[in-house]
């Protein structure tokens, strides 16, 4: 019997710097998983729903959506709300990956549904640990709800 084919994880940050720094940390793990990146809101919405420059692709759904807050031309929480309130997504696990350590960002994240909120700490090295943290965990740990799982 053939491997499960393993989801990719898509990290929707805008930051050229974060982004360098999570996909080392994600690569010191040696996950298997491909990381697709996107730049902001709209391009993760595309990517999500096999739209636009996704049109066709053949990957499944992400095992995990690292999610930055504030994007440019849609932002994380109306990313948010589309991936939860989507039949076909709302299973996909959301972190919200920010700098932002305003209360009703957080507030506003959980009302929405995400799985994890998780404020990017400032020193490379607890950075690049938190990384590796989630990637683990959100990878090989969790057990997601079997395909087809409607609650």
């Known amino acids: 019997m053939a491997a499960p084919e393993l989801k990719p994880i898509l990290l929707v ?8 720094l999570t996909l080392a940390a994600l690569e010191r793990c040696q996950l298997a998983n491909t990381v697709v990146v996107t730049r902001d809101g709209a391009e993760a919405l595309d990517y999500l729903h096999a739209r636009g420059a996704y049109a066709g692709r053949n990957s499944g759904d ?33 972190v919200m990956l920010t700098s932002s350590r305003e209360e ?11 799985n994890a909120f998780v404020v990017k700490p400032v020193g490379f090295e607890q950075f690049f640990e938190a990384i590796q943290d989630l990637g683990m965990f959100w990878a090989v740990l969790n057990e997601p ?6 609650a």
């Open 13 to 20: 940050e805008d930051s050229p710097k974060d982004v360098e």
């Open 62 to 94: 992400p095992v995990v959506v690292l999610l930055d807050l504030k994007l440019p031309k849609v932002d994380g929480l109306e990313v948010l709300e589309q991936i939860k309130s989507d039949p076909r997504l709302r299973h996909t696990p959301v």
């Open 104 to 114: 009703r960002d957080l507030v506003r994240s959980y009302q929405l549904g995400v």
């Open 145 to 150: 709800p079997p395909r087809g799982f409607a």
